[in-house]
């Protein structure tokens, strides 16, 4: 499980740009810190006191990897399924090991306000022993009040719902879909959270960063062993920065 919870955080990092929560129902908060495993973020400890603040308007979240969505209303797929007369299927097929179908309207960000002083105060930390250069540190989070995310075990995994007909495979139907309700095909897949809310399904981390002499261990890679860039760069003073990812 843990193989494909490293694919599923990579893709959506190399597709998307965000890391991505997992286990998908785990909790992530502005100021969790700790260790990175491949791409997969380890909170252990929370920087309290740090001001935050809340984007204005929302985001939808709606990403396919390696996945089709398609609706259904052929007789024979609806009486195999089992479906009630003049209903449809909701259909998601997987191409891939930790393929993904991803969706979250209505989200909300919310940013750490001020990187340079959270920056600042680490280099603090780090001065007094109090803070290890290998850990990342949360500086925002994507708050979804209902999401759907379902990524599969291997190759040629299917789910399919029972839905009314004609109904459109749009984020909003995908994110409140009910999985004891409408749920009628469950086969290959590796992890899901359907129809689930609130959840952070996605972050930002931010790494404290010597300018000058960078350690690898802590460098963010892609999956052929690149290094990623990172989208900000923070400078603090002559010999640190921070680098958010």
Do not use: C
Request: charged share 25%.
């Amino acid at each position: 499980m843990n193989d494909i919870g490293q694919l599923y955080v990579s893709q959506m990092h190399d597709r998307v740009g965000f890391f991505a929560t997992w286990p998908l129902n785990q909790e992530i908060k502005i100021g969790h810190y700790g260790p990175m495993k491949g791409k997969l973020f380890q909170p252990f400890g929370q920087l309290k006191g740090l001001l935050a603040e809340v984007a204005t308007g929302k985001a939808t979240h709606d990403y396919t990897i390696s996945a089709d969505r398609v609706l259904n209303a052929q007789t024979k797929a609806l009486a195999d399924a089992g479906v009630t007369q003049g209903k449809a299927l909701l259909e998601v097929h997987f191409h891939s090991e930790a393929a993904v179908t991803f969706s979250a309207p209505e989200s909300v960000v919310t940013r750490v306000s001020n990187i340079k002083a959270l920056g600042q105060r680490l280099v603090e930390m780090l001065q007094e022993k109090n803070w290890d250069r290998k850990h990342a540190i949360v500086v925002e989070v994507t708050t979804a009040p209902m999401a759907t995310i379902i990524a599969s075990e291997k190759a040629g995994a299917e789910v399919k719902f029972e839905v009314a007909a004609n109904t459109p495979v749009s984020p909003q139907v995908m994110a409140n879909l009910d999985e004891e309700t409408q749920l009628k095909v469950f086969r290959g897949v590796g992890a899901k959270s359907i129809g689930k809310g609130p959840l952070t399904p996605l972050f930002r981390l931010a790494f404290l960063k010597r300018r000058l002499f960078r350690d690898p261990e802590i460098v963010v890679r892609g999956p052929a062993g690149e290094e990623v860039k990172p989208s900000e760069i923070v400078e603090l003073d002559d010999d640190e920065t921070m680098e958010v990812y």
